[in-house]
């Protein structure tokens, strides 16, 4: 049962992917707070299961954004899963959105911040690599985590695809917190 889970979840990863690489997105007008509550919702019970908390700070407003809905909504679940899978029971994570404007030009900047192990600066080059799974510090072989390497490579295609930008920073011991800059929409 647990090499056909294991062989399930392979395919999916890489009909994942294959969809993120094609040119069959559909763009819509969506507001980017939208997504993040369905991404959080969906993975309540992953975090419920170790006793994380995930809350969000959105100030009041519009965060207008022109993506493909379901492929964005997942980079931020694949996103919040890893925070969840790397993190120690009890911690939070927070994700925020902030609307800016640089030389007239407005984003939507989305943080998703864990408490978790953070990722080893040696490793951190190598993390939108295919096939890469990386250790985590001293807490590494705490961790079992049955993915294949896939996840960050679909995050980093897909905010390529939307013209976006990915960054991270991580402190192995404190945590890592991924920021998206993606181009807000005039709808």
């Known amino acids: 049962e647990k090499a056909a889970n294991t062989t399930l979840s392979l395919a999916d990863s890489f009909?994942?992917?294959a969809h993120a690489e094609s040119n069959e997105y559909r763009f819509s007008d969506v507001d980017f707070q939208d997504l993040l509550i369905?991404?959080?919702?969906?993975?309540?019970t992953l975090a419920r299961g170790k006793r994380i908390k995930i809350v969000?700070?959105?100030?009041?407003?519009?965060?207008p954004v022109r993506v493909d809905r379901s492929?964005?909504?997942?980079?931020?679940?694949?996103?919040?899963s890893n925070?969840?899978?790397?993190?120690p029971s009890d911690t939070t994570i927070t994700c925020s959105l902030e609307f800016k404007t640089k030389n007239l030009n407005d984003s939507i900047?989305?943080?998703i911040q864990d408490q978790g192990y953070g990722i080893a600066r040696a490793d951190q080059h190598r993390l939108f690599h295919r096939f890469q799974r990386l250790g985590h510090g001293k807490n590494a072989d705490q961790i079992k985590n049955d993915g294949i390497g896939l996840g960050m490579v679909f995050v980093k295609t897909v905010i390529d695809r939307h013209f976006a930008h990915i960054?991270?920073?991580?402190?192995?011991?404190?945590?890592t917190c991924f920021a998206i800059e993606i181009a807000a929409s005039n709808a």
């Open 71 to 80: 492929l964005m909504t997942r980079v931020l679940t694949n996103l919040l």
């Open 109 to 111: 900047v989305c943080h």
């Open 83 to 87: 925070a969840i899978k790397y993190s």
């Open 38 to 44: 369905d991404a959080t919702e969906e993975m309540w």
């Open 56 to 63: 969000t700070k959105i100030p009041e407003g519009d965060y």
């Open 167 to 175: 960054s991270f920073t991580s402190v192995p011991g404190e945590g």
């Open 15 to 17: 009909v994942q992917l």
